[in-house]
T-cell receptor, first 113, second 113 residues
Framework: NAGVTQTPKFRVLKTGQSMTLLCAQDMNHEYMYWYRQDPGMGLRLIHYSVGEGTTAKGEVPDGYNVSRLKKQNFLLGLESAAPSQTSVYFC????????????FGPGTRLTVT | LAKTTQPISMDSYEGQEVNITCSHNNIATNDYITWYQQFPSQGPRFIIQGYKTKVTNEVASLFIPADRKSSTLSLPRVSLSDTAVYYCLVVPPGAGGYNKLIFGAGTRLAVHP
């Protein structure tokens, strides 16, 4: 199993540009999440999904949109990138259970200039 | 939501036992205590989860006193590869709990030769 994979690994955007980050998992997990991590800080939840076709807002959703058209994929979109969105983005997934063991991807380092 | 407090950093030497204590004074009756480990440039990795008393797995032990207002992650005989950031999380179970994973700044553990 590849686990959780993220595409791309690195990206540089100019202010106002748009992009989509792709997360894929092959563990048949129900729940998927997008986090951002700023230097020296913990992770903050952006959006999450509890199943195919569902999405919900996390702690810091402004400026981002998500979609979960297929169970194995969770897309994070930035419609108009801003320098404040410079961060490392992590995707995670977890099975439908009481355990909160989340499986994280390797991250995408995004710089907005 | 129960807020957690843990030391910002710790230093140890190879072969020593390391204990990282987390304070969570406002923990609710049904909350679980979960620890994650994060290496530089990687996503966090689940270490251990517990509700009360002691939990042990192949990586670590988690000690939770009867009042559950704190918990201690114990890493036996650390090596250089245990140098990482360790996060303590308090997580409510059941529906709605999945969007309440709060990663604080964590504890930066440095293991020296």
């Amino acid at each position: 199993n590849a686990g959780v994979t993220q595409t791309p690994k690195f990206r540089v955007l100019k202010t106002g540009q748009s992009m989509t980050l792709l997360c894929a998992q092959d563990m048949n997990h129900e729940y998927m999440y997008w986090y951002r991590q700023d230097p020296g800080m913990g992770l903050r939840l952006i959006h999450y999904s509890v199943g195919e076709g569902t999405t919900a807002k996390g702690e810091v959703p402004d400026g981002y949109n998500v979609s979960r058209l297929k169970k194995q994929n969770f897309l994070l979109g930035l419609e108009s990138a801003a320098p404040s969105q410079t961060s490392v983005y992590f995707c995670a997934s977890s099975p439908h259970s009481i355990s909160y063991e989340q499986y994280f991807g390797p991250g995408t380092r995004l710089t907005v200039t | 939501l129960a807020k957690t407090t843990q030391p910002i950093s710790m230093d140890s030497y190879e072969g020593q036992e390391v204990n990282i204590t987390c304070s969570h004074n406002n923990i609710a009756t049904n909350d679980y205590i979960t620890w994650y480990q994060q290496f530089p440039s990687q996503g966090p990795r689940f270490i251990i989860q517990g509700y009360k008393t002691k939990v042990t797995n192949e990586v670590a032990s988690l000690f939770i006193p009867a009042d559950r207002k704190s918990s201690t992650l114990s890493l036996p005989r650390v090596s250089l590869s245990d140098t990482a950031v360790y996060y303590c999380l308090v997580v409510p179970p059941g529906a709605g709990g999945y969007n309440k994973l709060i990663f604080g700044a964590g504890t930066r553990l440095a293991v020296h030769p």
